[in-house]
Nanobody, 116 residues
């Protein structure tokens, strides 16, 4: 079992920045691949970015490449999502996820709202 707790969401203006945090705890958490997803009102949840705890492999959705950066702080079992050059279309609830094989755990989500 893995527990995930997101924080850092809030309100930002277009062009601004926010940093989301995801504190992970539980057994063998370092065996899981970590990801961020988001879900806007009326839309399906979509992939944003992923990373392994060794930091050697990252992946991004095309819509956030060059603007968002995913990273880990292994000493704190924490995953970050740095979001720059925010756009109104980035408005969504952002979820942290831990995945291994067919098993995925979700955090409770944190709201990000970008005003134009």
């Amino acid at each position: 079992q893995v527990q995930l707790a997101e924080s850092g969401g809030g309100l930002a203006q277009a062009g601004g920045s926010l940093r989301l945090s995801c504190a992970a705890s539980g057994r063998s958490v370092r065996n899981y691949a970590m990801s961020w997803f988001r879900q806007a009102p009326g839309k399906e949840r979509e992939f944003v970015a992923s990373i392994n705890w060794n930091g050697g492999s990252t992946d991004y959705a095309d819509s956030v490449k060059g603007r968002f950066t995913i990273s880990t702080e292994n000493a704190k079992n924490t995953v970050y999502l740095r979001m720059n050059s925010l756009k109104p279309e980035d408005t969504a609830v952002y979820y942290c996820a831990a995945t291994i094989l067919q098993i995925r755990f979700w955090g409770q989500g944190t709201q990000v709202t970008v005003s134009s």
